[in-house]
C-alpha cells in the first residue's frame, strides 16, 4: 500500500491517563481517562462511527437540499468479558435528519434512507473496519541505550 493509502495519526502523553492527539494537518485534540471532559478513547470510537457515516450522508443529501437539523446519537454497551476481554457491543447510530418543505427537501428525504444504507454497507471506512474485525497489531520500539 502506498503513501495515498495510509492514514495515521500520533499522540503524545502530557500528563498521567492524558494525551495530545495530532493529524497531519495540524488539527490537535486532548484525550484521557474520562477523568475530566477529555473524549475517552472509547467516546472517540463512537465519534468515529457516527461522524464517518455522517459525512457520507451529509455530502449525498445536501446535494440537494441543506437539512434544517442533523444530529445523531452513537451508542453501544461496554463489557467487561474475562475471556475476550473488554469491547462494546450492540454498536448503534441514530440519526435524526429533517428537511424544509418544498420539492428540493422531497429529493433530500428520498435520497436519506439509501444514502444511510450505503454508508453503513460499504462508504463508511470505520464502521466497516469495525464490524468486518480488522487484527491490530501493537509494537513496542525499545528505547536506545545511553
Do not use: W
Request: glycine content about 8%; hydrophobic content about 35%.
Amino acid at each position: 500500500m502506498g503513501d495515498d493509502t495510509l492514514r495515521q495519526v500520533q499522540f503524545e502523553r502530557t500528563a498521567n491517563s492524558k494525551y495530545e492527539v495530532r493529524n497531519i494537518r495540524g488539527g490537535s485534540l486532548s484525550v484521557g481517562s474520562g477523568a475530566d471532559t477529555d473524549f475517552t478513547p472509547v467516546e472517540l470510537l463512537l465519534a468515529a462511527i457516527g461522524t464517518c457515516s455522517a459525512i457520507d450522508v451529509d455530502v449525498v443529501t445536501s446535494r440537494r437540499a441543506e437539512p434544517t437539523e442533523f444530529r445523531a446519537v452513537v451508542s453501544g454497551d461496554k463489557i467487561r468479558d474475562p475471556e475476550q476481554g473488554n469491547r462494546l457491543e450492540n454498536l448503534a447510530v441514530e440519526f435524526t435528519i429533517t428537511f424544509p418543505e418544498g420539492e428540493d427537501g422531497d429529493k433530500a428525504r428520498e435520497a436519506l434512507p439509501r444514502a444511510v444504507k450505503m454508508s453503513h454497507d460499504r462508504l463508511c471506512t470505520v464502521s466497516r473496519t469495525v464490524e468486518l474485525g480488522t487484527p491490530v497489531t501493537t509494537t513496542l520500539f525499545d528505547e536506545p541505550s545511553a
